[in-house]
């Protein structure tokens, strides 16, 4: 089985014939759908999908993986994720750039009462303003943001909602996966290193980080609760600007 036929298979357990909206009748002896249900409603042969789910068959078309992701109901990243498996995503070959533009340091050091970060692919924060820099001041290394969430017990502190967070983190470093090989490498090293990560990333749940709510239990300001708006920056693939903000007076609080 490929990362294609494993990422069909664990979706395709997680979703109920009532919310494929199939008739149930009788005891089911297999969690969610069954191969045959999403070939009906993909509108593809039940022996073409299985080759599929087994890797057997490994060069589908954009229609058909149009079809299975509705089917599975999969949402616009778990279609994009899809895509990227089945090799129909455009491919880049040069390497994301670690460096952030002067430019864009300034318009994040510009957000004066709300905490910003620049990040990459694998959720590293490659720079941060001052309020960003004092919200996570309690994590041992807060730029290695996925070591820290499952490695660092301050995480758990910080974050009100851990698991939350750390499951909404997980999903986003698996859409950047199939693009990033240093993504991958360390996926496969929290694999071995974190029970918890390998449960949440056996999910194969796929998100982008876009609009979050989180709250921290921070030592020195208490309890903040704020929302992030997620930003791709353009000119530089991979990066983007995370812009958290709240009503409370975060310089006051933090500095």
């Known amino acids: 089985m490929n990362d294609l036929g494993e990422f069909l298979r664990v979706r395709r357990a997680q979703v109920s014939p009532e919310e494929a909206g199939l008739p ?11 191969r045959e249900e999403v070939a009906v409603l993909a509108g593809v042969s039940a022996d073409y999908y299985t080759r599929l789910e087994q890797g057997r068959e490994r060069n589908p078309s954009g229609q058909v993986v149009d079809a299975i992701a509705r089917a599975l109901r999969l949402g616009q990243n778990g279609r994009w994720y899809a895509y990227q498996l089945a090799g129909l995503a455009p491919r880049t070959d040069k390497p994301d750039s670690e460096e952030v533009a002067p430019e864009l340091l300034q318009l994040m050091d510009s957000f004066e009462s709300a905490v910003a970060y620049i990040i990459n692919r694998r959720l590293d924060i490659l720079a941060c303003n001052n309020l960003a820099d004092a919200l996570l001041a309690p994590l041992a290394n807060p730029h290695a943001m996925m070591h820290s969430l499952f490695h660092d017990p301050a995480a758990r502190e ?98």
């Open 24 to 34: 149930v009748s009788g005891a089911r002896r297999v969690a969610g759908l069954r």
């Open 158 to 255: 910080l974050f009100d909602d851990w698991p939350t967070t750390a499951r909404d983190s997980v999903e986003a470093l698996r859409l950047a996966s199939p693009d990033d090989p240093t993504a991958g490498r360390l996926v496969d090293e929290l694999i071995a290193s974190s029970n918890e990560f390998a449960e949440f990333w056996k999910d194969h749940g796929v998100n982008s980080l876009g609009s979050k709510v989180k709250t921290f239990n921070h030592p020195v300001a208490g309890r903040l609760t704020l929302t992030y708006q997620t930003f791709d920056v353009q000119a530089a693939p991979g990066q983007s600007l995370m812009v958290g903000t709240t009503d409370q007076d975060l310089a006051k609080l933090l500095t």
